[in-house]
């Protein structure tokens, strides 16, 4: 099993600009979450999803959409990138009844120009 | 002020000490705890869950005080291979949509 992937694994984007990340996960979990991680911040939820076809907010979801069309696939949208926005995401899902435990993508390091 | 509080560090400490990290949580309602490792630009792991009565594993143990909101790792005979950050991560609910992590405390075993 690869467990959780992310693509691409770094991006420069131009203010503006517009991209999605992709994540994918071959464990067959109900769950998944984009996050964000900044320097001397905890990880921040974005958004989630509870199962194919459903996404909710989390903490900090301006400026990003998503999408959970395929069960294995959780993709999020920056539609018009800023500055705020370098970062590193991660993505992440979890089984159903198994809530302490998330399974992580190695990271997306996005830098906002 | 934070929902999750951790010691900044960097925690530099000589192989075979022990160092304690602390962590403390602002809203009384959480109902799980748990410590993820995240080592240099790597993605955070699960390490251990934290239990009311305590709990131990090999060479970590935890604690949890849910009167002081106050949760605490004890690291014993450090190990180079432990140099990682530590992200305190407190669940606010049952269903795992509400975690919420610390900004994690570094540590450095040095040789």
């Known amino acids: 099993n690869a467990g959780v992937t992310q693509t691409p694994k770094f991006r420069v984007l131009k203010t503006g600009q517009s991209m999605t990340l992709l994540c994918a996960q071959d464990m067959n979990h109900e769950y998944m979450y984009w996050y964000r991680q900044d320097p001397g911040m905890g990880l921040r939820l974005i958004h989630y999803?509870?199962?194919?076809?459903?996404?909710a907010k989390g903490e900090v979801p301006d400026g990003y959409n998503v999408s959970r069309l395929k069960k294995q696939n959780f993709l999020l949208g920056l539609e018009s990138a800023a500055p705020s926005q370098t970062s590193v995401y991660f993505c992440?899902?979890?089984?159903?009844?198994?809530?302490?435990?998330?399974?992580f993508g190695p990271g997306t390091r996005l830098t906002v120009t | 002020r934070k929902e999750v509080e951790q010691d900044p560090g960097p925690f530099n400490v000589p192989e075979g000490a022990t160092v304690a990290f602390n962590c403390t949580y602002s809203n009384s309602a959480s109902q799980s705890f748990f410590w993820y490792r995240q080592d240099c630009r790597k993605e955070p792991k699960l390490l251990m869950s934290?239990?009311?009565s305590g709990n131990e594993d090999g060479r970590f143990t935890a604690q949890l005080n849910r009167a002081s909101q106050y949760i605490s790792l004890l690291i014993r005979d450090s190990k180079l291979s432990d140099s990682a950050t530590y992200l305190c991560?407190?669940?606010?609910?049952?269903?795992?949509?509400?975690?919420?992590f610390g900004p994690g405390t570094r540590l450095s075993v040095l040789p």
């Open positions: 992440a899902s979890r089984p159903a009844g198994r809530e302490y435990e998330q399974y």
């Open positions: 999803s509870v199962g194919e076809g459903t996404t």
């Open positions: 934290v239990y009311s």
């Open positions: 991560v407190v669940n606010r609910d049952n269903y795992g949509q509400n975690f919420v």
